[in-house]
């Protein structure tokens, strides 16, 4: 469904906790890209990845880490660093070179801390 | 970097009625503006998009309008259906893949 997985779709916390988000994607993509989403307040960036071994800081990074060892996954660790983690994190993936290219979306993970 | 605005954040429309919802950028590099819509409890998805080449694109009963010199864009939908009703993101980027998204605008089509 998509080429894009999050997994899992509902995840609680404790406070204190870090806890990490999977994304694979099977699209033979080039770049991948986390966001999360509050209400009223749109999609915001907090990482992004061009290229295997390589990822850069969006908008929003403190509080969290990722990794890109394989071109088909981008997990998103949200630390005990990040003040307010409840929200709904959605992952994309695009083919990159370049030239903007549209945007594939998981189907996203609701954390929730407890 | 960039900021993209979108106006308003609701709009209610009769069902058959056009539906407008405007975007300003506000980095003159950016050359790439998608539209995407996100039913509720579902996944954002690109239903549109237009290149800083190009003035206006339709797709069926959606078009985009880009004004560079203004440095807004428009979503028009026209014979609105109830299955428009989601939230629409507008989003520019300029060469890089790094897209920056409005705050979305709620669309609710009344039947």
């Known amino acids: 469904d998509g080429g894009i997985t999050q997994s899992p779709k509902y995840l609680f916390r404790k406070e204190g906790q870090n806890v990490t988000l999977s994304c694979e994607q099977n699209?033979?993509?080039?770049?991948m890209y986390w966001y999360r989403q509050d209400p009223g307040q749109g999609l915001r960036l907090i990482y992004y990845?061009?290229?295997?071994?390589?990822?850069q800081k969006g908008d929003i990074a403190e509080g969290y880490s990722v990794s890109r060892e394989k071109k088909e996954s981008f997990p998103l660790t949200v630390t005990s660093a990040q003040k307010n983690p409840t929200a709904f994190y959605l992952c994309?993936?695009?083919?990159?070179?370049?030239?903007?290219?549209?945007?594939?979306f998981g189907q996203g993970t609701r954390l929730t801390v407890v | 970097g960039e900021n993209v605005e979108q106006h308003p954040s609701t709009l209610s429309v009769q069902e058959g009625d056009s539906a407008v919802i405007k975007c300003t950028y506000s980095?003159?590099?950016?050359?790439?503006f998608p539209w995407y819509k996100q039913e509720l409890g579902k996944r954002p998805q690109l239903i549109i998009d237009?290149?800083?080449?190009?003035g206006e694109k339709k797709d069926q009963r959606i078009a985009v309008t880009l004004n560079k010199t203004a440095k807004h864009f428009s979503l028009h939908i026209t014979e609105t259906q109830p299955e428009d009703s989601a939230v629409y993101f507008c989003?520019?980027?300029?060469?890089?893949?790094?897209?920056?998204f409005g705050k979305g605008n709620q669309v609710v089509v009344i039947p």
């Open positions: 994309a993936s695009s083919l990159t070179g370049g030239s903007n290219t549209e945007a594939f």
């Open positions: 699209l033979n993509h080039d770049a």
């Open positions: 990845s061009q290229i295997v071994n390589d990822f």
């Open positions: 980095d003159s590099a950016s050359n790439y």
């Open positions: 237009i290149r800083s080449n190009v």
């Open positions: 989003a520019a980027s300029k060469g890089n893949n790094r897209l920056a």
